[in-house]
């Protein structure tokens, strides 16, 4: 559990440094802000494969504890859910704050 928030808090701190240098770096040229774009969308691809293979992962714990599966522990199976269930409620959070972010950006005048 403490290695997957671990990574995901990684990838959260790595995008907003990723934000901070593109905003303090204003004089870079046009062909290297759609690499730093791109990253953000693959960060955020990768973020959201985590989230889904935690769920995926909860998921099947629990069927393999329902069938009877002796091999899955009910330890187990709680512990994969909380790992999903806590990555999900980051991830909503980190998708409230861009759309916050957008909102503003839209409202800025012109």
Do not use: C, H, W
């Not at 440094?17 to 303090?24: F, N, P």
């Not at 889904?52 to 709680?78: C, F, I, P, Y």
Request: aromatic share 4%.
């Amino acid at each position: 559990m403490k290695v997957q928030n671990s990574a995901l808090f990684q990838e959260m701190q790595s995008m907003a440094l990723e934000a901070s240098r593109s905003q303090s770096v204003n004089n870079l040229p046009t062909q290297a802000q759609p690499t730093s774009s791109a990253q953000f969308g693959d960060l955020l691809t990768s973020a959201l494969d985590t989230v889904n293979g935690l769920q995926q992962e909860a998921k099947q714990k629990v069927t393999a504890l329902e069938m009877g599966d002796r091999s899955v522990s009910l330890a187990e199976v709680m512990i994969a859910s909380q790992k999903s269930s806590v990555a999900f409620e980051a991830t909503v959070q980190v998708r409230n704050k861009l759309v916050e972010a957008y909102k503003e950006i839209m409202n800025m005048p012109v």
